[in-house]
């Protein structure tokens, strides 16, 4: 029965492709832009967000869309003749954070486009072929295509990477016919492609570095003849080689701190553009001289190319197309659908320092119902890692935002030079952290915006209102409004953004409201649509989308729309705060169709388990792989059940649990379980499903566990070996006496590409075992003692003198936190001293102790445990500085395990004092030499994040985790 139940959700993983948004025409209307291809003078193609294709015949007069049938980003565009051409682009796997590629062929000039399986190729975002057959694609990088670089030899259908050490992605290729040229990075660095045998061989370089004293950091690249290259990056800056890399020079220009996107070349004329798009840099002798050329648009230019000398094409943000006709002496604006060829604008630009709780349900109001084109400017305090990125645009486009932009350097004038190109009529601003300093920088910004930027030639634009969001209980914003164009609502378009950023779903936070900033404090904006003027009421004008003509099935779409809501609402509705509405939920799933049925599959399944009903889960994560086995969360839904398998903690709580609830089962087991529905019948078609608890004694043995691995192995590679679910697996074969296969893993990664976090962890797994590879981890021990504290809060004892701490550091090097751990045969033990920030104010001791609180906004250390070191699951203790606590595994707040502590104040700084029983944690007491992964946060009330080991200020990884060393001597 065990291996009948593993088989029957490994068969839903041989197939999985992405859940596509159907957008409609006026969402391609504006779409930004992201590739132009000519193939003559008359003929050629766009692609862009929201799966835009678009075509014309007359040279870019007027334009048709042609049907993607994907609903994600398309990134670029080739074709070798009118018939024959690619597309490709991608999205973030939902509750993975991992990219899928999206590539799309088309034999009859895209009448019909056809997606080609690229299962283990991540998010594409170029493609070159040479003739029909040979061409070269890059992108995001995995541990299958390390370099991010693959080819093909028979015209997309397979396609072999290059090999080359990780990167973040390679953004941009400039090649010729024998794969020899050059690429740019996301890490803004360049890489040399040179003939090497058979392939060509990747060398990474950064050409500037010792021979100019600025960072050069390019975007964008193009090969000029045989032996010049140009390259441009950010901030204006362009080089140019002449003889092949070996040495660059600087090239000046008058456009100005142009960021640089996108390069065309014809002969030894070379074209570049950017954002700012109101020049356009043109050089008629391979670079020499260059000359700037206005083309009276300010919206970011995201591509252009030349067909010839004469005749060249520009691309970018809501929908922007210029067309040229004499060579870039002159540009004209044309329009891509719907819309006039007036200039384009944003209602809305929102300012955020946390993208990944921004309030989804209320913009996609702004952006999906009332049709605002909207901006999102990261304003990113916490210098999150590149890759984040494509994260949240892929979450901004979800819900229909128009951009999302990253300002990595906290630049004033660069945000004033953002409003001075989209020229919204409001700001606003999205505070995470109050104590922090966004919006006094947000009205500085406003404030400079005013005036006109000389070095970009930019005129000032007044901003009409400055408005924030704030969390709020009273008079929350309706989250299930229905859209009549895309027949969803809110919360259905927010729960797709916030699966970006997410490995399995959560409830929303509060309700967030509209606040205007007026001298006399904050005040509740009624409607958002008052913020802007009544010039931007207007459907269809610049910063409006045209309203969607209703669909003739608006009203049954409608009803299935309330139909699903209320399915919804019954199946989380939770009896007595114990246990979900399961016989409702099981009697009613069947009513929806199967995409929504897989989302409320995960929903529930994720609610499952953050109230600890890890059986619940597995049997509704089996479900939903068998039965929907091609939707967009079935990855995830398999990266959660083996987690659920495979971890140690999961497997302590699941046992204390059925302990706790096996007298109340008997009945729930006689109802046939989930996975013993056929994968091949159609859910309506079979018995109810039953979500209760399994009985506890039919689980597959390890064994079992391993086979199926071996199969996901052979049948899903690209889900198998990412190293978030490769190190759990290579845990779980340590502690199931299949050690060697663990240790066989661990070796083979200090061989592979994955980046140095991974590594760290195979490199300290190898040093624990065998004691000869080298622990790269930090490490700190846990000192033995025979006497237990009084937890009174004073670290009197000797015990804590003892004691290693571990320091962590705030942003000005000071150590204002320390933590000791301690431990016996019975109990761990933790001490914590903190010391106040003096200019935030000292909040009392509370008078009653809670439980579970909210610690977002409260002075707290948070220590987080993984025991069996698989870097995917841990326990989490959290205390603040006024004596609360909230506990969690992996988000589930339900686990309430039996520990002690007490907290103490004095005049600068605050203490805590704990014990906690190790059976609690683990099934097996500390011994010699024994280790655990750890990672400790102090979030002061300043705002000031840091963490031991890590030094990044924001969230960190499992992978980054230290270790805890357990020694009885």
Not at 71 to 87: I, T
Not at 265 to 279: E, F, K, L, R
Not at 849 to 857: E, G
Not at 929 to 935: N, T
Request: with cysteine; aromatic share 8%; net charge negative.
């Amino acid at each position: 029965m065990a291996m009948a139940r593993m088989a029957f959700w490994l068969s839903a993983l041989l197939v999985s492709t992405a859940h596509a948004t159907t957008w409609t025409e006026s969402f391609h209307d504006d779409a930004c832009l992201n590739d132009v291809f000519f193939v003559d003078e008359t003929t050629g193609w766009c692609v862009g967000d929201f799966g835009t294709i678009i075509h014309t015949r007359d040279a870019g007069n007027t334009w048709e869309t042609q049907e993607s049938h994907v609903g994600c980003s398309l990134k670029s565009v080739h074709f070798v003749n009118q018939k024959s051409g690619w597309a490709v682009g991608g999205q973030i796997i939902p509750y993975t954070g991992r990219s899928a590629s999206v590539l799309l062929k088309t034999e009859n000039g895209g009448e019909t486009w056809e997606r080609i399986d690229t299962d283990l190729i991540p998010w594409l975002l170029q493609i070159r072929f040479f003739d029909a057959q040979n061409g070269i694609a890059c992108g995001h990088s995995s541990s299958i295509y390390p370099s991010g670089i693959a080819t093909t030899q028979d015209g997309g259908r397979t396609w072999t990477g290059l090999r080359g050490r990780s990167a973040f992605a390679c953004m941009q290729l400039a090649v010729d016919s024998t794969l020899v040229g050059f690429g740019v990075t996301q890490e803004n660095a360049l890489l040399s492609l040179a003939s090497s045998g058979a392939k060509p061989a990747i060398n990474h370089s950064q050409p500037d570095r010792d021979s100019f004293s600025v960072p050069f950091a390019p975007t964008t690249v193009s090969l000029v003849g045989e032996d010049t290259v140009i390259a441009a990056g950010r901030r204006g800056r362009l080089r140019i080689t002449r003889d092949q890399g070996r040495t660059w020079n600087s090239v000046s220009h008058s456009a100005g701190p142009i960021e640089f996107s996108s390069i065309s070349t014809v002969g030894q004329n070379a074209w570049t553009c950017g954002t700012p798009g109101n020049s356009i840099l043109h050089t008629p002798d391979g670079g020499r001289t260059w000359h700037a050329i206005a083309t009276g648009n300010t919206l970011p230019l995201k591509a252009i190319h030349f067909l010839n000398e004469h005749n060249g094409w520009a691309v970018g943000e809501l929908g922007t197309m210029l067309r040229t006709i004499d060579g870039g002496r002159s540009w004209q604006l044309q329009r891509s659908l719907l819309g006039s060829k007036a200039p384009r604008q944003a209602a809305f630009v929102v300012v955020t320092n946390d993208a990944s709780s921004l309030p989804w349900e209320q913009l996609a109001e702004h952006t999906v119902i009332d049709g605002f084109r909207t901006v999102v400017v990261d304003f990113d305090e916490q210098s999150t890692p590149p890759e984040t990125d494509w994260q949240n645009a892929d979450a901004a486009k979800a819900i229909g935002i128009s951009s999302y932009v990253t300002l990595r350097e906290n630049d004033v004038r660069e945000l004033a030079n953002l409003v001075r190109i989209w020229r919204p009529g409001a700001l606003l601003v999205h505070n995470t952290n109050q104590s922090t300093s966004l919006y006094s920088q947000v009205a500085s910004a406003v404030d400079a915006a005013k005036q006109r930027d000389i070095r970009l030639n930019l005129r000032g634009h007044d901003i009409e209102r400055i408005a924030e969001f704030h969390s709020t209980d009273d008079n929350p914003v309706p989250t299930d409004q229905v859209s009549i164009s895309l027949s969803a609502t809110t919360h259905e378009l927010a729960s797709q953004a916030r699966a970006r950023f997410r490995d399995r779903h959560f409830p929303p936070p509060n309700a967030m409201r509209l606040y205007l900033a007026t001298n006399a404090g904050p005040q509740l904006v009624p409607k958002t649509r008052n913020l802007v003027s009544a010039a931007a009421q207007t459907r269809g004008q610049a910063a409006r989308r045209l309203e969607d003509k209703i669909n003739p099935s608006f009203g049954r779409d409608q009803n299935s729309v309330i139909q699903r809501r209320n399915i919804r609402a019954i199946a989380l509705r939770r009896e007595n705060s114990e246990r979900p509405n399961s016989l409702n939920a099981s009697q009613l799933l069947h009513q929806l169709p199967e995409a929504e049925r897989a989302d409320l599959l995960f929903e529930l399944a994720s609610d499952a388990e953050r109230h600890g009903e890890y059986d619940s889960a597995v049997a509704m994560l089996q479900t939903l792989l068998g039965a929907t086995p091609n939707h967009e969360t079935a990855d995830a839904a398999a990266q959660m059940l083996l987690i659920l398998t495979a971890s140690a903690e999961v497997e302590l709580a699941r046992a204390k649990k059925n302990l706790n609830i096996a007298t109340t089962v008997t009945a729930d087991a006689e109802v046939p379980l989930s996975e013993e529905l056929d994968p091949a019948t159609p859910m309506q078609e079979t018995r109810q499903a039953s979500f209760a608890v399994k009985n506890v004694h039919d689980e597959p043995t390890p064994q079992d566990r391993l086979a199926e691995l071996q199969k996901i192995q052979k049948h899903r590679p690209s889900l198998y070996y990412s190293p978030t679910m490769r190190f759990p697996v290579a845990a779980f074969q340590r502690r199931s006496k299949f050690g060697e296969e663990a240790v066989r893993f661990y070796q083979s990664q200090l061989r592979g590409v994955n980046d140095f976090a991974w590594r760290s962890v195979a490199s300290s797994e190898l040093g624990l075992h065998d004691g000869k590879s080298p622990i790269l981890k930090s490490q700190i021990h846990a000192a033995p003692t025979d006497t237990s504290p009084l937890l009174d809060g004073i670290l009197d004892e000797p015990m804590w003198s003892n004691a290693k701490p571990i320091e962590i550091e705030n942003t000005n090097g000071e150590t204002q936190t320390s933590v000791r751990i301690s431990f016996d045969r019975e109990f761990l033990y933790v001490a914590v001293e903190a010391f106040f920030d003096p200019s935030s104010g000292i909040p009392k001791p509370a008078e009653q102790r809670q439980r579970d609180v909210d610690m977002a906004n409260k002075d707290h250390v948070c220590l987080r445990f993984d025991c069996d070191r698989d870097y995917a699951t841990y326990w989490t203790f959290a205390v603040d500085c006024q004596g609360n606590a909230r506990e969690e595994l992996n988000g589930n707040v339900a686990w309430d395990p039996v520990w002690y502590f007490a907290n103490a104040q004095g005049d600068d700084r605050w203490t805590i004092e704990a014990a906690i029983h190790l059976n609690e944690l683990t099934l097996h007491s500390p011994l010699e030499d024994v280790a655990w992964a750890i990672e400790v946060s102090r979030n002061a009330s300043n705002g000031d994040v840091a963490h031991w080991p890590a030094s990044k200020t924001s969230d960190v990884l499992p992978q980054d985790f230290g270790l805890l060393r357990f020694s009885m001597q």
